[in-house]
Each structure stands twice: as structure tokens, then as C-alpha cells.
């Protein structure tokens, strides 16, 4: 077995070797005068260099010189011109190791340093201990150690004895969080807890495995399903409050390792992290399943109407003939009674005579059937599948206990009614029933015959709950997602205290008073100086015609040399096998190593393994079928490895390890500063179990499927990618990726085309401090929001919308800043919030203060859209470079004809990471070949300026074989350890 590390390669090397740029040298290495005094008292100059060589290092990383090692050259060179020697002496040092041994002592009196005891072992263990329990990282928990030592003004000790801490640090931390969750329990709640990990005949499995792949799909059975696994973890009686005892960090790490943990695995635990890990997973899945139950109501409500719709919508087209022959006769009808009217004649009689009385009395009722059926509301033909509504909606009453942020809410008294009434079979409503919850319309349905209507009423009451969950206006006890909204966000404690010390760090000024004023002055200048730029015809581009502005579109910058630059180099690129092309980019950047072991954080021994898995998801092939088409690699070694070994986070880190490299690398600077993104949705169809769960947006056709909605920064790096579903609006999810990343990127302008833009996003981007740029359709129909009236801009008076209500704004200004910097501080996922606030039909307070705030940004944006040319064609660029990369990733995504197959929201998303990280590769490894294309042109005397070059993207794929036998360890010959481009001379010869 291999040695366990605490620390990764880098991690080691930034704690304890020795810094070697210029800004470190200077912080840490300077030498005040009164050091230059001690170190000349050393008569010869090798022993005046390696004193100061050791005093640098002794202060910072805190540790002695040790035998025979050689410091860079940079510190060398920086230490030896600060008291004038040669860098060359110190080879000599130390030849005698009393020497060193000598002046090591003599700088622990000079520095007031000491060496380590087993006092200051002890502290730096409980400070690693206390480091441990809030997070199962290797590099906080040596810097919790090297802290400690450097506070006691004690030596570092070699770094294998502070990991070798660390890591018993890590188990104790590990073993206390065990003791804190299962210490209360009873012996006999602690032998049921056991008993979850044998089979359970009734069922034929064991229960563990039986909670965990809980049904998913919408549907009345499945909801049930989740009920009743509700119900079963309730019996258990595990407290959710235990969660408390554990930091946030501790718990994550349990529950990553319970959720790859099978029951046959568990077993081979020790009581204590068995069962404390069986404790979390039950807490764990008791919130997750209510969530899933929750969500799962919520779409079976909504689909019930949606379909009510769709059989509205299908019975007018069955009734297309009748409607017209209807037409037809009422046409007649008209005509027959003017030309009575017209020639003073009898109007019955001609009616009669001309069309038939008999025909307009035999039409009449379907007539009366054809104006009922127009008429009928979305609640009356909802209730047409009311049978499949019953069998759901009593157990999910019973499961769940709901809140309401209203006094006396009459929704929670309608609930509570029906939840009686299912629990007692009865069929008829009370006489006194709770409808102040109901809209009119729904009243006089409801009322609108001798005796209330119960299936009516409950539908109305169920579609009534289910808009007010999604608002956070109700919410169910013992759910992480359907909370009340001031549960999402930072403590107010802690906001407040933010605030009054400035350190909110936002894109807005602290007083909403005066940001208004200022920004009141801002809008009526650019207002005022885009009319009179219109009047004049002053706007590149863009010409006031009647009263409105039109923006022509622009032409493409992309000379043609470009494209045949494109072609060329592209035709350069070495041929490539994507497994070659995966080992290549890992051997460039590390990123399988990211790809950490759950418990001890050990990179991958198998890295093709690794790369298999990654592969399998990028296209789409899976682990089964790659292990099936690669040589040398086995289904359970894929799957092992993808296991312990891949998830959200670790995909997160490989992801940020590619962009970063691509970032650094000089050529993506031809494309941008990577400081803009763009993001868009791309939507891939659904299939076999998958479509069970998908759901439908006609925009995309009439089959289910997912959308992977990703973000791509200006220098064709992506860094975020999420599946979200096609009937949701892309914008809730702008500003997830922007804080979802742990790339070097700092975005300061985002691009989206019309799906992702709403005033909420702008309101939101301006809070945070950054640009939002979105490229909007119908531009000419959407109205500027102003503080002043339309007269103030007479050019502009078909522009001008409702005015600013600036009350609505300094009223929640306090609010408003406490959602920003809840994300910022990434206290809150922002698609959270945005959903809730645009969910309810009746918005909040807060919601319409981000909507006026948002109206302030998007006016101003607009203006600046119509008076800037550049800001068009850089928007335009940034959400070209992402259409393009959609070509990529769906050459990519091929297998099962790019369809996704998957029901699970993690195996969703396992997928999208691995499509963009496989897609990341190839852009880094097309920027690497491409710079050594330009490079070769360029020394055949070939005229390439960087204007020209920064036209040629790196996102093509004719040169890489994606399909066939994939072979992961094949040697390749590179000498120069590239391979060789496809040059005119060299395929000739080859031919």
C-alpha cells in the first residue's frame, strides 16, 4: 500500500520550500542593519553567506538549512548582494557540519527562536485538531501546525513529522465528529442503525440501499415511494438536530463518504464510523428526500395543468369542422338578415327561407357545447385527472408538516382540512371550509352549483400551494430548499456588523440615498445626450425613425485572411487520439491529480482509469460501455475509481486546473483578458428513463430533455457548467457560475443573449459590482425607466416607460445589500434566491425593490447599447465564441446520439463536467499546437500580426479521433516532447 500524504505536491512546495519571485525575496529576505552587523562578525565570506542563508530561513519558512542542500539561485544571488559575496562561496559552507550546527544555535539566541519540545508538539496537534474538525483538507490543517510553531517562536521540524501530525490530527478530529453524533444514543437505536445494513426480507434488500436510489421521475406511484421512505426514517427517531455538533466543512466530508459508501463496504467499519455515518446519511436523506418529494408535488401539479392546457388547446383544433361550418351559417345568418334589411322585407322570413330555420335551431347545441368548452377554466379540466391526483396527494398531506410566513394563514387551515378529510375517507366537503386562500374566479366555480365542489376545491388548493412553495412563502419543516427566504441568506448579525465596518464590498454605495442621487444625475446626462446624438443622426448605426431607434446590425469584422489562416493552421494540427490527447493535457497540467481519494485526499493511482471515467462522461458513452471499447481497462476499475474519486468538487478543481493553465498560456491573450464571459443553454433531448424525468419546452419540440447550461470566458476557457431543465428561465442561473469556479478568472463583464437577462439579474450584477451586458431581443419595444417624466426627453417619448419608484427602493435598500452580499459571501447559491423572488404570481416587497433597481441598470445599459458601437460588437463576439464552442461540445457529446439517458440530477451533472473538461483539454491542447503553428510560420518569414491570429479559434476537432478502441497507456515518441505538426513537405514524403 502506498504511503498516505497529508499534502499535495504543491501544497508541500508552497509551505516549506523557498520562495523565488522578486515581490517574496523582498517581504521575507531583506536584511536590516542590524542583521548585516551579526553577519559580519563571520571572518570568512562562504561562512558570512550560508550565516545570512540560514537567519533568512530561519524567519521565514521557519526552518534550518539542512545538510547539503542548495538554495535557489534567486535567493542566493539576493542574500549574497545585500552584504557583498560571491553567490559562488557558499558551496564551501558548512564543509565542517559543526559549523552549521553552531550557527543554527547561535541564530536561535539572536532570533529568540527554539527548537520544537514536545510541549509545543502537543499545542500545534490540538490547533490541527481544532483545523480537522471544520474541514478534511490537507493544506489548512500543516498550516493550522506551522501557524502554531511560528506563534511559539519554535523551529519548524522537518515536514514529514508535520504531516505525519496532520494526519493524526485529522483522525482524531474524524473520531470525535463520530463520538458527537452517536454518544446519545440509546443501545437499542444504535442496534435498528446496524440492523439498516442487513437485508431486510420484506423488501429483499437492505434498507440502506433501499433509501438511497429513491424514485426520481415524476409520478403519483413515485411520490408515494418517497413518502413512505420518509415515513420509514421517522421511525428511526434520529434527531436532524444532531447536524449542529458538526462544522459545516466535517459534515460534508461524512456525508460525501456515506453517499459512495455501499452497505457490503460499511460493514467493514468499526462500530463508531459506521454508525455515525449511518446517522448522517439518515439526516441527510430525511432533508433530501423531503425535498425531493416537495419538488416532485410541485411538478405533478404543474404538469396536471400543463396538460389541462394542452387537451384545452387539442380540443379547438378536433373541432376545426364544426367551427367552421358554425362560421359558415353565422355568416349566412348575417348576410340573409341584411339583404332583408335591405330590401324591407320580412327578416324571419327570409331567414328561414335563405338558411333554414330548422339549420340554426339543429346547430344550437353544439353551439352551447362548443362556448363551454372555449370557456372552461384550467381548474375544471384539471380536474378531469383528479383520480391520479388522490392517490398522491393524502400521503404527501400526511408527510409533511407546512408554515407560512402570514398570521393565520387561511392556506394552512384549507391544508389541515384536507388533510382530515383524506385521513377519514370522507368525500364531501364540511359546511365551513377555509377560501380566502382562493381566487374569485375559483370561488364561483367552486360555489357555483347547489353543494361546494371537494374535487375543485382541493386542485384550486393544491395549485394555490404549490405557487406559494416555490415563493418561499410557504415552506415544510425539515427541507433545505423550501425555507423560509431569510434562512438562506447570511445571519442579519453578521450583515450588520459587515456593514458598519465597510467591508460589505459591494458595487453600490452603503447609503441608498445617495447612490439614488448619483445615479439620477448619471441617467438624465446619458439620457439627455443620446437624444440630441438621435436628433442629429450622431449614433453609428442606429437612426431615429418616427420617434423610434432602430439599431442596424452590424457587418462581420472576420477578414477573410483570417478564415483562410484558420483553415491552414488547422490543417497543421498533429493527428490525435482523444486518450492521447487527455494523457498529453495531464501530463501539461496535472488535472487528474485533482481527482483526490474522498478519505485521504491521494490523487489516483490509476490515472487512465481516471481519465476513462472523465472520458466516458464527456461522451456520453458511460463507464460500462467505455470499459467495453478501451484496451487494457475494466468496468470495475472505472467504476472504483469514479467513486471514491469523482464529484462535484473534484471535477470543480480538475475543471480550474485546465483554465487556469490556459489562461496563463501566452496565446489565449490574443483572444481576450479573461476578465468577460458569456454564458448560454444548450439543450440535448432526453430518452428510455431519462424522458420520464425531462421535461418539455415546445421551443426545443415536443421531446423531453435537458438543458447544460455553461460559461466560457473571453479566451475560450470555460469555467462553470450546470443541467437545469428547458422550462426554466436561464437567467436565474447567470450568476451561479460566476461564483461556482475555482479558476483564476475574475469576471468583470458578463455576456447573455435574451434568455439570460432579466431586471433582476441587472439589479443584481450592479449590486455585486459587475457589468452586465445582454443582447436583447425587440430592443426597440423595451421602454427606459426614468426618474424624470417623458416630456423631459421629447425625442425619446416612445421609449419612455413608467418612472422609478425610488421609495419602493430606499425602503429595502438595507434588504437589497444583504441579498448581494449573501452571495457574494457565497452564502447563497444565487439561482436560489432569483427563483423564489420570481416565482409568486403576488411578488414581495423585496422582489419589486430588485425589479425597480433592475429597471435603473437596464435603462442605463440600454443607452449605453445604443450610443456604444463597441460594447454591441463585444457582446456580439463573446456570445459568438460561446455558439461556436456549442459545435464542439456537441462532436463531443456523440454517443446514444448525443441523447441524455441519465435520471439523476448528479449523474446529470457528472456528465456536463465531464463534457466541459474534456472540451477544455482540447481548446488547451488546440492553443498549444496552434502557438507552434503561428511559431513555424512565422520563421518561414510569414507576415502573422496578432490582429490577424486572434481571428483563429482553437476550437476545432477534424484532427482528433473521438470514436473507436480507445488504448490509454500507449507509448508515444516525441522527442522534443511535442508532437510533430502536419507540415505541406513532411505528408508529401510520408505519401
Given at each position: 500500500m502506498a504511503k498516505r500524504t497529508l499534502l499535495k505536491i504543491q501544497d508541500r512546495q508552497a509551505l516549506f520550500d523557498i520562495p523565488t519571485d522578486e515581490d517574496s525575496l523582498i517581504r521575507h529576505y531583506y536584511l536590516?542593519?542590524?542583521?548585516?552587523?551579526?553577519?559580519?562578525?563571520?571572518?570568512?565570506?562562504?561562512?558570512?553567506?550560508?550565516?545570512?542563508?540560514?537567519?533568512?530561513?530561519?524567519?521565514?519558512?521557519?526552518?534550518?538549512?539542512?545538510?547539503?542542500?542548495?538554495?535557489?539561485?534567486?535567493?542566493?544571488?539576493?542574500?549574497?548582494?545585500?552584504?557583498?559575496?560571491?553567490?559562488?562561496?557558499?558551496?564551501?559552507?558548512?564543509?565542517?557540519?559543526?559549523?552549521?550546527?553552531?550557527h543554527i544555535a547561535h541564530l536561535l539566541g539572536y532570533l529568540g527562536m527554539r527548537n520544537a519540545t514536545a510541549q509545543d508538539r502537543r499545542v500545534g496537534l490540538v490547533s490541527a485538531i481544532e483545523t480537522a474538525f471544520t474541514?478534511?483538507?490537507?493544506?489548512?490543517?500543516?498550516?493550522?501546525?506551522?501557524?502554531?510553531?511560528?506563534?511559539?517562536?519554535?523551529?519548524?521540524?522537518?515536514?514529514?513529522?508535520?504531516?505525519?501530525?496532520?494526519?493524526?490530527?485529522?483522525?482524531?478530529?474524524?473520531?470525535?465528529?463520530?463520538?458527537?453524533?452517536?454518544?446519545?444514543?440509546?443501545?437499542?437505536?444504535?442496534?435498528?442503525?446496524?440492523?439498516?445494513?442487513?437485508?431486510?426480507?420484506?423488501?429483499?434488500?437492505?434498507?440502506?440501499?433501499?433509501?438511497?436510489?429513491?424514485?426520481?421521475?415524476?409520478?403519483?406511484?413515485?411520490?408515494?415511494?418517497?413518502?413512505?421512505?420518509i415515513a420509514f426514517l421517522r421511525t428511526l427517531g434520529i434527531d436532524p438536530r444532531l447536524q449542529d455538533r458538526i462544522p459545516s466543512g466535517r459534515w460534508d466530508q461524512m456525508i460525501r463518504e456515506g453517499d459512495a459508501t455501499p452497505a457490503w463496504l460499511a460493514n467493514d467499519f468499526n462500530a463508531g464510523r459506521r454508525r455515525a455515518m449511518i446517522v448522517a446519511q439518515v439526516i441527510k436523506l430525511g432533508q433530501k428526500l423531503t425535498d425531493d418529494a416537495v419538488m416532485m408535488f410541485i411538478k405533478l401539479i404543474g404538469r396536471l395543468f400543463s396538460q389541462a392546457n394542452n387537451r384545452k388547446k387539442q380540443r379547438h383544433m378536433n373541432s376545426r369542422v364544426e367551427t367552421s361550418k358554425a362560421l359558415r351559417l353565422f355568416l349566412d345568418t348575417i348576410s340573409a338578415l341584411q339583404a332583408a334589411n335591405d330590401n324591407d322585407e320580412d327578416a324571419i322570413e327570409t331567414l328561414d327561407h335563405q338558411v333554414g330555420w330548422h339549420r340554426l335551431l339543429q346547430i344550437k347545441p353544439g353551439l352551447i357545447a362548443m362556448v363551454e368548452d372555449n370557456d372552461a377554466s384550467l381548474l375544471s379540466l384539471a380536474v378531469e385527472q383528479y383520480g391520479n391526483v388522490r392517490k398522491y396527494v393524502g400521503p404527501f398531506l400526511q408527510a409533511f408538516t407546512f408554515h407560512s410566513t402570514r398570521r393565520h394563514d387561511p392556506l394552512l387551515a384549507a391544508l389541515a382540512t384536507l388533510r382530515r378529510l383524506h385521513a377519514e375517507g370522507r368525500r364531501v366537503l364540511p359546511d365551513r371550509i377555509p377560501v380566502a386562500h382562493l381566487s374569485h374566479a375559483d370561488r364561483k366555480l367552486i360555489f357555483g352549483q347547489e353543494k361546494p365542489d371537494r374535487r375543485l376545491y382541493e386542485i384550486a388548493t393544491l395549485a394555490v400551494l404549490r405557487d406559494r412553495l416555490r415563493s418561499a412563502d410557504v415552506w415544510v419543516e425539515g427541507?433545505?430548499?423550501?425555507?423560509?427566504?431569510?434562512?438562506?441568506?447570511?445571519?442579519?448579525?453578521?450583515?450588520?456588523?459587515?456593514?458598519?465596518?465597510?467591508?460589505?464590498?459591494?458595487?453600490?454605495?452603503?447609503d441608498g440615498a445617495t447612490w439614488l442621487a448619483e445615479i439620477?444625475?448619471?441617467?438624465?446626462?446619458?439620457?439627455?445626450?443620446?437624444?440630441?446624438?438621435?436628433?442629429?443622426?450622431?449614433?453609428?448605426?442606429?437612426?431615429?425613425?418616427?420617434?423610434?431607434?432602430?439599431?442596424?446590425?452590424?457587418?462581420?469584422?472576420?477578414?477573410?485572411?483570417?478564415?483562410?489562416?484558420?483553415?491552414?493552421?488547422?490543417?497543421?494540427?498533429?493527428?490525435?487520439?482523444?486518450?492521447?490527447?487527455?494523457?498529453?493535457?495531464?501530463?501539461?497540467?496535472?488535472?487528474?491529480?485533482?481527482?483526490?481519494?474522498?478519505?485521504?485526499?491521494?490523487?489516483?493511482?490509476?490515472?487512465?482509469?481516471?481519465?476513462?471515467?472523465?472520458?466516458?462522461?464527456?461522451?456520453?458513452?458511460?463507464?460500462?460501455?467505455?470499459?467495453?471499447?478501451?484496451?487494457?481497462?475494466?468496468?470495475?476499475?472505472?467504476?472504483?475509481?469514479?467513486?471514491?474519486?469523482?464529484?462535484?468538487?473534484?471535477?470543480?478543481?480538475?475543471?480550474?486546473?485546465?483554465?487556469?493553465?490556459?489562461?496563463?498560456?501566452?496565446?489565449?491573450?490574443?483572444?481576450?483578458?479573461?476578465?468577460?464571459?458569456?454564458s448560454d443553454g444548450q439543450f440535448f433531448r432526453a430518452s428510455d428513463r431519462a424522458a420520464k424525468r425531462g421535461d418539455i419546452n415546445l421551443h426545443y419540440g415536443s421531446e423531453p430533455g435537458t438543458k447544460f447550461y455553461s460559461?466560457?470566458?473571453?479566451?475560450?476557457?470555460?469555467?462553470?457548467?450546470?443541467?437545469?431543465?428547458?422550462?426554466?428561465?436561464?437567467?436565474?442561473?447567470?450568476?451561479?457560475?460566476?461564483?461556482?469556479?475555482?479558476?483564476?478568472?475574475?469576471?468583470?463583464?458578463?455576456?447573455?443573449?435574451?434568455?439570460?437577462?432579466?431586471?433582476?439579474v441587472f439589479a443584481l450584477f450592479a449590486l455585486i459590482g459587475k457589468r452586465f451586458a445582454s443582447r436583447l431581443r425587440n430592443l426597440k419595444d423595451r421602454k427606459f425607466h426614468t426618474f424624470e417624466k417623458a416630456g423631459a426627453y421629447p425625442a425619446l417619448t416612445n421609449h419612455i416607460g413608467v418612472p422609478i419608484n425610488t421609495a419602493l427602493i430606499l425602503g429595502h435598500w438595507d434588504d437589497l445589500l444583504h441579498l448581494a452580499?449573501?452571495?457574494?459571501?457565497?452564502?447563497?447559491?444565487?439561482?436560489?434566491?432569483?427563483?423564489?423572488?420570481?416565482?409568486?404570481?403576488?411578488?414581495?416587497?423585496?422582489?419589486?425593490?430588485?425589479?425597480?433597481?433592475?429597471?435603473?441598470?437596464?435603462?442605463?445599459?440600454?443607452?449605453?447599447?445604443?450610443?456604444?458601437?463597441?460594447?454591441?460588437?463585444?457582446?456580439?463576439?463573446?456570445?459568438?465564441?460561446?455558439?461556436?464552442?456549442?459545435?464542439?461540445?456537441?462532436?463531443?457529446?456523440?454517443?446514444?446520439?448525443?441523447?441524455?439517458?441519465?435520471?439523476?440530477?448528479?449523474?446529470?451533472?457528472?456528465?456536463?463536467?465531464?463534457?466541459?473538461?474534456?472540451?477544455s483539454a482540447i481548446v488547451h491542447w488546440n492553443t498549444v499546437y496552434l502557438s507552434r503553428a503561428a511559431a513555424h510560420l512565422r520563421r518561414q518569414r510569414r507576415n502573422i500580426p496578432d490582429g490577424l491570429l486572434k481571428h483563429v479559434s482553437p476550437l476545432s476537432w477534424?484532427?482528433?479521433?473521438?470514436?473507436?478502441?480507445?488504448?490509454?497507456?500507449?507509448?508515444?515518441?516525441?522527442?522534443?516532447?511535442?508532437?510533430?505538426?502536419?507540415?505541406?513537405?513532411?505528408?508529401?514524403?510520408?505519401?
Open positions: 536590516s542593519p542590524a542583521d548585516r552587523l551579526e553577519i559580519e562578525v563571520r571572518r570568512r565570506e562562504h561562512n558570512r553567506l550560508g550565516f545570512a542563508i540560514q537567519l533568512c530561513l530561519m524567519r521565514h519558512p521557519g526552518r534550518a538549512l539542512m545538510a547539503n542542500e542548495i538554495p535557489p539561485k534567486a535567493m542566493l544571488n539576493y542574500v549574497a548582494e545585500q552584504i557583498g559575496a560571491d553567490p559562488a562561496s557558499f558551496d564551501l559552507y558548512a564543509g565542517r557540519e559543526e559549523t552549521r550546527s553552531n474541514t478534511d483538507k490537507g493544506l489548512p490543517i500543516a498550516n493550522a501546525i506551522v501557524a502554531t510553531f511560528r506563534e511559539r517562536q519554535v523551529l519548524l521540524p522537518v515536514a514529514n513529522m508535520i504531516e505525519r501530525m496532520g494526519l493524526a490530527a485529522r483522525a482524531i478530529a474524524r473520531r470525535r465528529a463520530e463520538t458527537a453524533l452517536i454518544s446519545d444514543l440509546p443501545t437499542e437505536k444504535l442496534a435498528i442503525l446496524d440492523g439498516l445494513l442487513t437485508v431486510d426480507p420484506a423488501i429483499g434488500q437492505t434498507r440502506f440501499h433501499w433509501l438511497k436510489p429513491a424514485p426520481d421521475a415524476p409520478g403519483a406511484m413515485n411520490l408515494v415511494g418517497l413518502t413512505e421512505r427541507s433545505r430548499s423550501f425555507r423560509p427566504i431569510n434562512e438562506h441568506l447570511m445571519p442579519r448579525s453578521k450583515f450588520n456588523a459587515l456593514k458598519e465596518e465597510g467591508k460589505l464590498d459591494l458595487g453600490v454605495h452603503g439620477q444625475q448619471v441617467m438624465d446626462f446619458n439620457l439627455k445626450r443620446l437624444a440630441y446624438r438621435a436628433r442629429n443622426g450622431n449614433l453609428e448605426d442606429v437612426r431615429l425613425e418616427a420617434g423610434t431607434l432602430i439599431v442596424t446590425p452590424g457587418a462581420s469584422e472576420v477578414p477573410a485572411a483570417a478564415e483562410d489562416l484558420n483553415v491552414e493552421i488547422s490543417e497543421m494540427y498533429p493527428l490525435v487520439e482523444v486518450p492521447d490527447l487527455l494523457r498529453e493535457v495531464h501530463d501539461w497540467t496535472g488535472f487528474a491529480d485533482q481527482f483526490t481519494h474522498m478519505r485521504t485526499a491521494d490523487a489516483p493511482q490509476n490515472v487512465s482509469a481516471m481519465l476513462a471515467g472523465v472520458l466516458a462522461d464527456a461522451t456520453n458513452l458511460g463507464p460500462k460501455r467505455m470499459a467495453g471499447a478501451s484496451k487494457g481497462i475494466s468496468a470495475h476499475q472505472i467504476s472504483w475509481i469514479r467513486t471514491f474519486h469523482a464529484r462535484s468538487e473534484t471535477y470543480r478543481a480538475a475543471q480550474a486546473c485546465v483554465t487556469d493553465a490556459h489562461t496563463r498560456h501566452p496565446y489565449s491573450r490574443l483572444w481576450g483578458n479573461g476578465t468577460t464571459a458569456s460559461h466560457l470566458s473571453d479566451q475560450y476557457g470555460y469555467f462553470s457548467i450546470l443541467p437545469i431543465s428547458p422550462t426554466e428561465s436561464e437567467a436565474a442561473y447567470v450568476l451561479d457560475g460566476l461564483f461556482d469556479h475555482d479558476t483564476l478568472l475574475d469576471i468583470e463583464e458578463h455576456f447573455t443573449d435574451t434568455g439570460g437577462a432579466s431586471d433582476h452580499a449573501s452571495i457574494t459571501t457565497h452564502t447563497v447559491v444565487p439561482s436560489t434566491i432569483l427563483k423564489k423572488l420570481a416565482a409568486s404570481s403576488k411578488s414581495s416587497q423585496l422582489a419589486k425593490a430588485l425589479r425597480e433597481l433592475g429597471r435603473i441598470e437596464r435603462s442605463l445599459f440600454m443607452i449605453e447599447w445604443y450610443s456604444s458601437p463597441a460594447l454591441r460588437r463585444r457582446c456580439q463576439a463573446g456570445l459568438n465564441k460561446g455558439e461556436a464552442a456549442h459545435k464542439l461540445k456537441r462532436a463531443v457529446f456523440f454517443h446514444e446520439r448525443g441523447e441524455i439517458r441519465d435520471r439523476s440530477f448528479d449523474s446529470q451533472a457528472f456528465r456536463a463536467s465531464g463534457l466541459n473538461l474534456v472540451v477534424e484532427h482528433i479521433n473521438l470514436t473507436g478502441i480507445y488504448s490509454w497507456d500507449t507509448e508515444q515518441q516525441m522527442p522534443k516532447g511535442f508532437r510533430p505538426l502536419r507540415l505541406p513537405g513532411r505528408i508529401l514524403r510520408a505519401a
